[in-house]
């Protein structure tokens, strides 16, 4: 017991070592925090009234976005959901086949989205299709992960019963595992889908389009009125992409 005790000290004196660490090395001062003030009065100064002239040309701007974030994960999840019962330990196989296939899911994982966006922007110029490009490629390195992890925790009885029956190896895999996972893969899937609505928008500042773009050169022209519409569609967005998941989810369940 008091070697259990000893345990949990150390934890806790490497934990509050590392904060202090962290803190140093990002110069962390809880004393600037009174200046959070200055945000309050500019966006009650510069934020409003909002720009709702702009509306349709940025709700367009806005569905452009959406467009790339579907588009985007969709072809990575058709991908990653094949390559992940590859990179998992109870269906890729062999070894080789579940180091290779996992070794380049985290290859594509470890890259940001931004990279890979300046990469296909120098190569294919700009817009959105870099932008989705680059969406598709960190996408399927993320969700083949997560479904990887998923199909290694699904439950072993449907899988004997399929074998048992006489089913091919894929076939057993197919029926008895993806309808365990189906709900998760859902739920993986729009989390992703939400986050490359938020990926669109930083790769809209290297010259990817959509709503992101907009935000970016409103906010070097100080056009702050028009930043507060484009804030406005974002958050709209998301809130939709995540009514429509959890509908979704609720009728797979």
């Given amino acids: 017991m008091v070697w259990f005790r000893r345990r949990y000290i150390v934890y806790i004196l490497l934990i509050l070592v590392a904060l202090w660490w962290s803190m140093d090395m990002t110069d962390f001062q809880w004393r600037k925090l009174t200046q959070i003030g200055n945000i309050v009065d500019m966006v009650t100064t510069r934020f409003f009234p909002i720009e709702w002239s702009l509306f349709p040309r940025m709700a367009y701007h ?4 959406l467009a790339m974030a579907f588009l985007g994960t969709f072809l990575a999840i058709l991908v990653a959901l094949p390559l992940s019962f590859l990179a998992a330990k109870n269906t890729s196989g062999t070894v080789a086949m579940y180091g290779s296939v996992r070794g380049g899911l985290s290859a594509l994982r470890s890259i940001p989205e931004i990279v890979f966006g300046l990469i296909f922007v120098s190569a294919f110029g700009l817009g959105p299709f870099a932008a989705v490009l680059a969406i598709i490629l960190h996408n399927i390195g993320v969700l083949g992960k ?13 899988q004997e019963a399929m074998r048992s029956v006489g089913a091919t190896k894929w076939t057993g895999h197919l029926f008895s595992i993806l309808p365990q996972i189906w709900p998760n893969v859902l739920s993986q899937y729009f989390y992703r889908f939400e986050v490359a609505i938020r990926t669109s928008l ?13 935000l970016f050169n ?22 939709f992409v995540d009514f429509v998941g959890g509908r979704i989810r609720a009728r797979v369940i």
């Fill in 62 to 65: 806005s569905l452009v976005t």
């Fill in 146 to 158: 997560l479904i990887s992890e998923l199909i290694e925790a699904a439950d072993n009885g449907p």
């Fill in 202 to 214: 930083i790769l809209g500042f290297i010259g990817g389009g959509g709503i992101g773009q907009q």
């Fill in 218 to 239: 409103h906010f070097q022209s100080f056009y702050y009125t028009a930043v507060a519409l484009d804030i406005v569609l974002i958050m709209i967005l998301v809130i």
